[in-house]
T-cell receptor, first 114, second 112 residues
Framework: NAGVTQTPKFRVLKTGQSMTLLCAQD?????MYWYRQDPGMGLRLIHY???????AKGKVPDGYNVSRLKKQNFLLGLESAAPSQTSVYFC?????????????FGPGTRLTVT | RKEVEQDPGPFNVPEGATVAFNCTYS??????FFWYRQDCRKEPKLLMS???SGNEDGRFTAQLNRASQYISLLIRDSKLSDSATYLC?????????????FGKGTKLSVKP
């Protein structure tokens, strides 16, 4: 099993450009999450999904959109990148809700917006 | 008061030392508690869950004090491989499935 994979691993964008980060998991997990991690701050939840076809906002959703068309994939989109979105983005998945089971994280995507 | 607070460290200890980390949380309705470990430039991974009665996993012991709203992690006989950042994680009753709150982490460096 590959677990949770993320594509790409690194990306540099110019302000105003758009991009999509792809997360894939092969553990048949229902729940998937997107976090961002910034220096001096804890991981912060951007969006999450409790099943195929569903998405919900986390604590810092502004400037991001997500889609979960297939159970194994969770996409994070930036429509118009801003320097404030420079961060490390982690995808995670779990069997059920965050308060019950371990979350498995992908290796992260390091995004720089200039 | 921040939702989950940890001493950022770094804690610099020699091999074989015992080191303890504390974490405080602000919401008394908190439901579940975990310690995650994150190596430099890597993803977080679950180290252990924290139960009300306290629990041990090898050299690691986790304690929960609901009355004082703090969680602790004790590492005995530290190894070089224990060097990492330790994240305190808390979830809440009645919240959405996204209510997993991470502390900023405590950095541990074990020296030879």
């Amino acid at each position: 099993n590959a677990g949770v994979t993320q594509t790409p691993k690194f990306r540099v964008l110019k302000t105003g450009q758009s991009m999509t980060l792809l997360c894939a998991q092969d553990m048949n997990h229902e729940y998937m999450y997107w976090y961002r991690q910034d220096p001096g701050m804890g991981l912060r939840l951007i969006h999450y999904s409790v099943g195929e076809g569903t998405t919900a906002k986390g604590k810092v959703p502004d400037g991001y959109n997500v889609s979960r068309l297939k159970k194994q994939n969770f996409l994070l989109g930036l429509e118009s990148a801003a320097p404030s979105q420079t961060s490390v983005y982690f995808c995670a998945s779990s069997w059920t809700g965050a308060n019950s089971y371990e979350q498995y994280f992908g290796p992260g995507t390091r995004l720089t917006v200039t | 008061r921040k939702e989950v607070e940890q001493d950022p460290g770094p804690f610099n200890v020699p091999e074989g030392a015992t080191v303890a980390f504390n974490c405080t949380y602000s919401n008394s309705a908190s439901q579940s508690f975990f310690w995650y470990r994150q190596d430099c430039r890597k993803e977080p991974k679950l180290l252990m869950s924290v139960y009300s009665s306290g629990n041990e996993d090898g050299r690691f012991t986790a304690q929960l004090n609901r009355a004082s709203q703090y969680i602790s992690l004790l590492i005995r006989d530290s190894k070089l491989s224990d060097s990492a950042t330790y994240l305190c994680v808390v979830t809440y009753y009645g919240g959405s499935q996204g209510n997993l709150i991470f502390g900023k982490g405590t950095k541990l460096s074990v020296k030879p």
